[in-house]
């Protein structure tokens, strides 16, 4: 079973990251054959600075090695360092449908109706669709705002093979059933995001205790202080139990029936969440220091996930009919 997933660098990794990915990455490199990316080309989709990004694609690199990732276990690599992503991407721009990329939410959002819009932002999901495909990906794991643009990453690979061939293996999506989207702690109706206006509402990795604790105890819940794990109708108190759950692996259910306050409930949050911070914190700053060991790591990625993406972009510009470059 190959997996197949990835982040952006924009922004500083927050928990919700962790939690809601990467924590789960780290357990499927044990069983699984993995390929996890820092998705640096969709980042230049809209405005963008390019020193953020440089140091925020070191910054995501090592932090997914600090969380746990390992290079001997799994393949992590920085997608611009390899070239096939947007040879790929190109011809899946000449597969996919002006029709299907209209209807794409993502653009709705962000760019319809700007005349400036980047042509990027508009063919985005055709990038994505390449990410997944150059890997043979069986399973992708996605958060729900994913799940529109795998289901036409699949399109794209059933349609691919039927005009030229059996090129691509069609990937299933793999939604976690828990802790997929932490929600912000100062608007729990909004998912944590790095690319939120207010830093408020959301924990970094990198993060020192005294402001987790801050963040914690000012979290949004309501004037009940009765602890009730109710997604629909209590979305505060639940989002606080939810991210108990996940960093403890324990049902957000049975967490509820131990407290009867707000209180007890948000220091002990701060005290799981500062304890599984820290090891992370440590590491990534030993990291970042080593500045030669850490362009080893992102050389021995980009050099593993170019033996499988170059095979495959051979084998699909074979299928399309392009003349094979003389050796």
């Known amino acids: 079973m190959r ?14 990251n962790y939690f809601g990915a990467i924590k789960s990455w780290v357990a499927q490199q044990e ?17 963008h600075d390019p020193k953020e990004l440089y140091l925020g694609t070191l910054e995501l690199f090592a932090t997914l090695l600090a969380a746990g990732l390992d290079q001997d276990k799994c393949t992590i690599f920085v997608q611009s360092h390899v070239a096939a992503h947007a040879n790929l991407a190109w011809l899946m721009e000449c597969t996919v449908s002006m029709g299907e990329l209209n209807r794409m939410t993502q653009f709705k959002d962000k760019g319809r109706g700007s005349e400036s819009v980047r042509a ?8 994505m669709a390449a990410d997944v495909l150059l890997y043979q990906a069986d399973k992708v794991p996605v958060g ?15 349609r691919f093979n039927r005009l030229y ?20 702690l100062s608007n729990p109706t909004k998912k ?11 924990i970094y990795l990198l993060e020192p205790a005294d402001q987790i604790k801050k963040k914690i ?19 505060g108190i639940s989002n606080l139990l939810e991210i108990f759950g996940v960093a403890t692996g324990k049902d957000p259910r049975s967490i509820a029936q131990s407290y009867s306050s707000y209180g007890a409930l948000k220091n002990d949050l701060t005290e799981v969440l500062v304890t599984n ?51």
């Open 192 to 202: 944590m995001s790095k690319s939120s206006s207010s830093p408020a509402g959301i």
């Open 144 to 158: 729900d705002d994913q799940k529109q643009h795998l289901e036409l990453t699949r399109d794209l690979a059933m």
């Open 3 to 16: 997996v197949l997933s990835g982040i952006q660098p924009t922004g500083q990794a927050h928990i919700g």
């Open 277 to 327: 911070l820290a090891p992370i914190r440590d590491r990534l700053n030993n990291l970042l220091d080593d500045k030669a060991e850490l362009a080893r790591l992102m050389r021995m990625g980009a050099e593993k996930a170019e033996i499988t993406a170059n095979e495959t972009l051979r084998r699909a510009q074979d299928a399309v009919g392009f003349v094979p470059r003389s050796q």
């Open 120 to 127: 990027g932002l508009f063919t985005y999901p055709a990038l």
């Open 217 to 235: 105890s000012k979290a949004v819940t309501d004037t009940d202080n009765c602890v009730e794990y109710d997604p629909q109708n209590r979305s």
């Open 165 to 184: 061939g059996e090129v691509f293996t069609v990937p299933e999506p793999s939604i976690p059933t828990i802790g997929a989207r932490i929600m912000d």
């Open 31 to 47: 069983l699984q054959d993995s390929y996890f990316t820092v998705v640096d080309l969709h980042a230049i989709t809209i405005e």
